[in-house]
């Protein structure tokens, strides 16, 4: 990969990812797509079926499977979460850019996201605990911090300029 995106649930990887593919030229690739394609099933069909942990092991399945591709990778919210993960991120030379999002602003953009199954089952206080939970393997994969909380365009200039790219 030459760019990955890490950050939790709503942080706009997707979004942001597309752009900077544009902008760039370069191949995107987005784990949740790359999961759900290979599984035929939504990730919603997934956890209920095989729950959390079986996502889970599918999500490292896809994750050391795309990450020498080149382009840039947008992966899933929980993906610094498991030690597999953040061992194939950190022995990955590309860029790992985590977007850095407000309890509040991910809960806004998600809570009525039907194809987000934990974003389902959370409050605001419950989602920013996860966030909390999560925080310290985000910020141990990251190169870079971007504040999320700002215009997509902001954000894609921020690492633009950061890696002298585009």
Known sequence: MDLIL????????????????QRLGLPVTD?????VTTAEQSIATIFAEQGEAGFRRLETQALAQQISQPGILATGGGVPTQAQNRSLLHRQPAPVVLLEIAP??????VKADEQRPLAKQLDLAKLAALKVARQANYQRCADLIVDANQSPDLIVDEILTKYQLG
Not at 6 to 21: A, V
Not at 31 to 35: F, G, P, T
């Open 31 to 35: 784990l949740d797509q790359v999961i």
């Open 6 to 21: 890490i950050g939790f649930m709503g942080s706009g990887k997707t979004t942001i990812s597309r752009r900077l593919g």
């Open 104 to 109: 509040e602003t991910a809960y806004e953009r």
